[in-house]
């Protein structure tokens, strides 16, 4: 059974940086495509970037460009999202999504890690 | 970037009735668009693929249809556990490969 088991919830003061872990079982990290997406407090979904498996490459988002660091650990299947310089605006549930590296959508999900960003 | 307009924000329907969602890319995405349902303190779970494929699991009255920039999602006959939010998604048909989802459309009781 393929499962993404993200890390716990984390609470961060402005300016400071926070990473997300999502462990994948069932599969390897190297059979998948991954990316993260979030959702801010009853608002929408935001697609934050990913692996692009055409290019080996990850591709951020323009508006986490510089921010955002998503890096992965092949011994372990775990894949990170690093966002810094956090503000109140970055609190949200953080998902990270899959699929197989020849599909380009996302058919596995994460349960989600909520981030909250508060002085 | 290609943005996606989803309508209406809200759809208030009674179960059994015919539920059709839009959702308009403001450039062709091909058939690179996706749909997925969330339901109050879920993930989101994808339903269709490639603008008309159902994904593993999704029940037959779900359908995707469209190319381009116009889509439809339609639910035949609406059952109680369809009530929840509908998102669009595309990825960019060139590289490098950019995803956005629409805003969401909330398919609630009536």
């Known amino acids: 059974q393929v499962q993404l088991v993200q890390s716990g919830a984390e609470v961060k003061k402005p300016g400071a940086s926070v990473k997300v872990s999502c462990k994948v079982s069932?599969?390897?990290?190297?059979?998948?495509?991954m990316h993260w997406v979030r959702q801010a407090p009853g608002k929408g979904l935001e697609w934050m970037g990913g692996f692009d498996p055409e290019d080996g490459e990850t591709i951020y988002a323009q508006k986490f460009q510089g921010r955002v660091t998503m890096t992965e650990d092949t011994s372990t299947d775990t894949a990170y999202m690093e966002l810094s310089s956090l503000r109140s605006e970055d609190t949200a549930v953080y998902y990270c999504?899959?699929?197989?590296?020849?599909?380009?959508?996302?058919?596995?999900w994460g349960r989600g890690t909520l981030v909250t960003v508060s002085s | 970037e290609i943005v996606l307009t989803q309508s209406p924000a809200t759809l208030s329907l009674s179960p059994g009735e015919r539920a059709t969602l839009s959702c308009r890319a403001s450039?062709?995405?091909?058939?690179?668009l996706a749909w997925y349902q969330q339901k109050p303190g879920q993930a989101p779970r994808l339903l269709i693929y490639?603008?008309?494929n159902r994904a593993t699991g999704i029940p037959a009255r779900f359908s995707g249809s469209g190319s381009g920039t116009d889509f439809t999602l339609t639910i035949s006959s609406l059952e109680p556990e369809d009530f929840a939010v509908y998102y669009c998604?595309?990825?960019?048909?060139?590289?490098?490969?950019?995803?956005?989802f629409g805003q969401g459309t909330k398919l609630e009781i009536k």
């Open positions: 999504a899959t699929g197989p590296l020849d599909l380009w959508y996302f058919d596995l």
């Open positions: 998604q595309q990825r960019s048909n060139w590289p490098p490969f950019m995803y956005t």
């Open positions: 450039q062709s995405v091909s058939s690179y």
């Open positions: 490639d603008a008309s």
């Open positions: 069932g599969y390897t990290l190297t059979e998948l495509s």
